[in-house]
């Protein structure tokens, strides 16, 4: 009986996680590009998997100059975004963006938007800091964010 259930277990827990996931099957493998990305948040940051995986339920494609959220459970990842070809940019932008949705969903957004960027940014940071490889425009696009956010948040403090 005990194999029984074991086996049943195992199956049950061999399929995909995020399947729960909405992902349109359109653009040049995007789809398979972000089920890499969430497949690697999965592997590197069980924290950072676990908000993705409890606040965002539809991933759509957008043109747009930035990536952002639709509430309560959308990311919406920019044309230009997938077009770049980096699994852990999307990995990334998936981490930063379901952060967004966590702290609206849980009401936790601070009044300062620029406080809020900084702190998803700096969520980015931390989950690619456990990555293996990033590539260097990705690492200082972060940093640099992190800075200007910052930045903006001191000259708020300052008024």
Partial sequence: MRIAASIILAILFSFNAYSQIEIPDIGDGWKNDVDSAIQLIKDTDTAAYRIL?????????????HSSTKLPHTIAITVSDMKIGSINNIACLLVHESYHLYLSNFNLSPVNPDKEEYLCYLKEYEFMSKLAYVEDWLFINTFNKLLHYKAEMNKQKDK
């Avoid at 995986?53 to 100059?65: G, L, Q, R």
């Fill in 53 to 65: 995986m409890d606040n965002c339920k539809i991933i759509e494609f957008i043109i747009s100059d």
